[in-house]
């Protein structure tokens, strides 16, 4: 098995734009080590930037979905996906968050299956539709996430956080992207 973190090569820290830098250190500064995820993308800064945009505007919000709520779309979208960098790297945080040491692993196990209480099961469903098969998705879905109690501003928020994590996870594909080792026994 190869060690390579991308199949495009890394950025290190101090070889990023000042600004970059900056943002990326105090991430590793709250977890203790660098995201694979900021290295490999760190290789087009202006991307990069957009994405860390996008995803704290996404991620950071604290209204409507819990911050373990957005984490459980990311590891549900990332499940179906097949991507191995965010289930486990978000996994990670979503154990870190909900207090549950097993609930990541059972959502992107099989998030079709997994048992949830009925907000849950709504919005992982709801990612799920929009993640699979977004060409069918429509009108049924939305009303079951709103019998289940979701505002539109949440399932704006569930929509948005698994289309960003769509783009993520090709990304990952596309890059051959490995985890960090630190990622596997964080909240467990």
């Known amino acids: 098995m190869s060690d390579e973190v991308s199949r495009f090569g890394v950025v290190e820290p101090d070889e990023l734009p000042d600004d970059l830098r900056e943002r990326v250190g105090a991430i590793a500064e709250k977890s203790g080590f660098v995201p694979n995820i900021f290295r490999a993308l760190a290789r087009r800064p202006a991307e990069l930037r957009a994405f860390l945009d996008y995803h704290d505007a996404l991620m950071d919000k604290s209204d409507g979905l819990s911050k373990a709520e957005r984490e459980l779309v990311v590891v549900a979208t990332s499940g179906a996906n097949h991507c191995t960098y965010c289930v486990v ?59 289940a109690g979701l505002t539109e501003d949440e399932i704006w928020d569930v929509g948005s956080i698994t289309a960003l994590f769509a783009l993520s996870n090709r990304l990952a594909h596309l890059t051959a992207l490995r985890p960090n080792a630190e990622f596997y026994s964080m909240g467990r």
Request: glycine letters at 6%; proline letters at 5%.
């Open 89 to 147: 790297a978000h996994g990670a945080i979503l154990r870190i968050r909900s207090k549950d040491p097993e609930l990541a692993d059972r959502v992107s196990a099989n998030p079709w299956q997994v048992e949830l209480d009925e907000r849950g099961r709504a919005i992982v469903d709801l990612a799920l539709a929009l993640a699979h098969d977004s060409a069918k998705f429509g009108e049924p879905h939305l009303a079951a996430a709103r019998a």
